[in-house]
């Protein structure tokens, strides 16, 4: 490699340092939980995705176990190969079951599934309408297909009815309208009732993302469409957040349009099957979940007595009901000053700023999980007022 491309990269990263951007990771000795071991400190974790607490979950780690026994380690081969065990068309059928859904694919993660979905699907004569916070998969995926790209202001329906106008003016043959199901910066829910009527108005497909959704949004988990009480035409979701944490995506939807994707996605076809302990786990996930009123429960009391407790303090929070609870700071550096004063009271938190959310509305994302107890919920109270005191956070 030569110097001078050395020392360009280097000043790259030098410059993202300047302006505050650099981003660090901690390294958690131990499994993933509430509270976990970072550098030989116990500290209260608000920032993960392990919405029911089942990263640890002994029933998930003997699944794990026993699909290594009866079908190895790894499957060193595509689906398509020899990569397809009957575990992997199990779970397929058992997603498709819990979803609603004719059938499913299975994807290495949804960024995959997102990456995969667009381009076999929709060509140059159709439209794909994308909600303006949209997961950064799912604006990756549109560029990786020849349709005509609308965008609609978050969660605007006055704005996706213009979106929807322009499409039809265009001649597009057929139109896609996708959205997350959560919005992950905001704890937001997409209006999925008024998305589905319009895009039924105009003959267009709907495609919900439910990444921050499925197995603990709505009935029995089902996320947020069952949520809403509407029907979507494609789901894509993880097994890397409530579902486990492990890793592995889907898309889930009509059965021809899953018999096109096996034949056509490219990172299904182009990429290593899952690991029979994750297609394993990720089983024993979801009939855990399906059963798992008693935590989702959990977690929504979490949330609100969180978000309570948050406001009672004098935060200015994002208003919501989701276990995603954004403290807004504004500034960047102050953003990065608070998480360093909760950090060093014992509490793990991610402060977010441009560009992964807008300038000026830098923030601390804390996130619930039904593993959370009282005590923990108490502890992280104080530390936010103290920490909210010490940096002028708080008045
Ligand atoms: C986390 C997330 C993804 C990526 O999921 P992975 O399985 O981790 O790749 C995609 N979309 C949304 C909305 C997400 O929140």
Known sequence: MTQAFLTHISATLRALDAEGLMKHERAIQGPQAARVLVGGRQMLNLCSNNYLGLADDPRLIAAAKAAMDSHGYGMASVRFICGTQDLHQMLERRLAAFLGTDDALLFAACFDANGAVFEPLLGEEDAVISDSLNHASIIDGIRLC??????????????????????????????????????????????????TRLAADFG????????????????????????????????TGTFGKAL???????????????????????????????????????????????????????????????????????????????????????????AQTFAKALDARGVMVSAFFFPVVPRGQARIRTQMTAALTREDLDFGLAAFAAAGRETGVLA
């Open 146 to 195: 020849k349709a005509r790209r609308f965008r609609f202001a978050n969660t605007d329906m006055d704005d996706l009815h213009r979106q929807l106008q322009s499409a039809r003016d265009g001649g597009a043959r057929f139109i896609l309208v996708v959205s997350d199901g959560v919005f992950s910066m905001d704890g937001s829910f997409a209006n999925l009732a008024d998305l």
């Open 204 to 235: 267009a497909l709907t495609m919900v993302d439910d990444c921050h959704a499925t197995g603990f949004i709505g009935p029995q988990g089902r996320g947020t469409a069952a949520r809403a009480g509407v029907k979507v035409d494609l789901m």
């Open 244 to 334: 486990g944490g492990a890793l592995g995506g889907y898309v889930a939807g009509p059965q021809a349009v899953i018999d096109l994707l096996r034949q056509r996605a490219r990172p299904y076809l182009f990429s290593n099957a899952l690991p029979p302990a994750v297609v394993g786990a990720a089983l024993a996930a979801l009939e855990v979940v399906e059963g798992a009123d008693d935590l989702r429960a959990q977690l929504a009391s979490n949330a609100a007595y969180w978000r309570a407790g948050l406001q009672g303090l004098g935060f200015d929070l994002l208003p919501g009901s989701h276990p995603i609870v954004p403290v807004m700071i504004g500034d960047a550096p102050l």
